[in-house]
């Protein structure tokens, strides 16, 4: 069991401490003992960058029944190395984006535990990018995302790096989170030649630019740059629809990629369906009452003044029939790419299939049979094999098949709920 | 969150705009919008991120909303000035411009003793020689500062990286030369005539002149 206890501000710099601060169970024996090490995987901008080891904790918590080793991480010099500075081409004549002055960062913080008087690390380990292969992810229980920037505070500056920029905005004419990246508030001199990028830290896409300009007669005239206008995609179209159900509450999302604002014409939906518009999304939303079939949905998208146009042109169906109840149970997958299959999930009781279960079976168990370790069995299973459980897509614990044949492993299943969907893998690599 | 270069010199504001003439333009600023409140249209209503009705005014930039606006730049015409540019302490670079220039050639060397034959009497050889020069270009560049510009002074003066602006010559494009900054101390703050600061920068350009053996 990993509790994060804390991460940094949301916006941090890299030459200060960076600090993420969590509590860790042994895997083996956590009642008798702290777990031998702890790691911090850290992953920049999504992909895995380098682990930090930890063997000496700030602290030991002996107060419940299983020991917690309380352990820091300092993230900072990673996020030295990782962040560059870059000058920008002479006399550049476009609005860039730096993306080696930011990363967006979090960690992922695995256990170990003894076994027979030998480590037994947490797995899986994630793998580092080299020339040729990408960084693999892997597991452990991760920590909120945060953002850290190429900067270093003062001792007298303000510590919270966002409230520190706050104060060198040159005007009031500044969104609440866009800051200058230059502590000089005041007016320049510039030759009539002379190159200069003003930097700046934001969480909106800027899209225009208006220069305000003097000339010589004291006259103010204005010019305007405007990113060129995306294209128009529409994610979630399928022909047809998914099922909607009599009784049952239905909704459909589809995402739309492109430049705001999304123009909704020639609306031509059920009478029970209503639109509704959220950040990029368009969801289909309603309750039928009657049976129908292959009903009508046809809406028309564009963007950038009409530039690009698309249109979601499909079916939809309702159907009487109670759909699968699933409240109250929870749904493991079972996905063996070897030939293996599960033998068992002791102590959960498997309401289908009959065990063994094998390649993309679905195995229903009663949810609140859950309690502390699962014993999952396996058989036919290849030695060096991995039994995996995932939870959410994400690996959740590993094991490495020691013999060919039948095995079991026992997992922790503490912090699963019923919104969680588990797949249970044996796989090569 | 993104960091942003926004084009704000007048080189790349030329290059960007066109049709505008420096020449004639004595200061400017720039404002940058963020993406469009509008999320939607619907019926030529238009709604925003979280679907609420939203209503856009003549200022609004239809709907995207203003983020920054930087400060004033004024134009100074016939400039010949040194510029600056060197890293600041949040990871950007940041520009000085200097219009007190003061620049030296200085070169170091070492020498040896040529070896004579005795009863060589060759007016031309013999004696020592000169090895191993080096040449560097030398700036000593000054401007008058406010007492309230000394914190970030230190950043230009504690900067490990640093380039001056170089106007191409003999055809080529203009760019930048390396500049090594030389230790020194500035005092940002006086007992006496505290309306008058100089702030006093020396640096030696990072490649050496090439010098024949």
Known sequence: MITILSIPNRLSSAYNPILVKASVESIHNPELHIPPVVWCDIYFNGVYYKSLAERNYVDVDNSGDERKAIVEFNLSNAAQEFLKTKLCDFGISEVTEDKTAITECFCKIRSSGLEDGIIDVEGPEPIQATKNTPAVEGGGTQTNSFFIINAALQLEDNPNLANHLSYFKPNENWGENTFPLTHRREDRIIGTNDTYTYPILTDSELTCLKLNYKDRNGIWHQANWCKPCQGLEIIGITEPLENAYIDVEYTKEFTLIGNKPFVIENVDIPEWLELELIGNKLNLKGTPTEESEDETISITISNCDGQNEETINTTLSVLNLIPPEIEGTLIMQVLTDDGSEISGFTPLRIFEPSLPAIYGQDCVSDHNGISGDVTIGYINGTSGNKLRVYKNDSVYQSYTMLGTGSGSKVFNMNSWDINDIIHIKIEAE | ?213
Request: with cysteine; proline share 4%.
């Open chain 2, 1 to 213: 969150m993104k960091v942003y270069n926004i084009p704000a010199g007048s080189a790349n504001l030329s290059a960007m705009f066109p049709n505008l003439d420096f020449s004639n333009i004595k200061e400017y600023n720039l404002e940058g919008y963020g993406e469009s409140q509008c999320g939607f249209i619907v019926n030529d209503e238009c709604f925003n991120a979280n679907g609420e009705p939203l209503i856009i005014n003549d200022e609004s930039e239809g709907g995207s909303e203003q983020i920054f606006h930087t400060p004033t730049f004024f134009v100074k015409h016939c400039s010949d000035g040194v510029r600056v540019h060197f890293i600041n302490f949040l990871g950007k670079f940041d520009v000085m411009q200097f219009e007190t220039i003061n620049r030296d050639i200085a070169t170091e060397s070492d020498s040896y003793i040529k070896y004579q034959s005795p009863g060589d009497y060759d007016k031309r050889s013999g004696g020592a020689g000169r090895l191993n020069v080096i040449a560097t270009t030398v700036y000593e560049v000054s401007e008058p500062v406010d007492e309230k510009d000394g914190n970030w002074l230190t950043e230009i003066l504690s900067s490990p990286l640093a380039y001056i602006e170089w106007k191409g010559v003999q055809g080529q494009p203009s760019s930048y030369l390396p500049i090594i900054i030389n230790d020194a101390s500035y005092r940002n703050r006086k007992s006496s005539e505290r309306f008058n600061y100089e702030f006093v920068l020396k640096f030696t350009i990072g490649k050496s002149k090439n010098t024949l053996r």
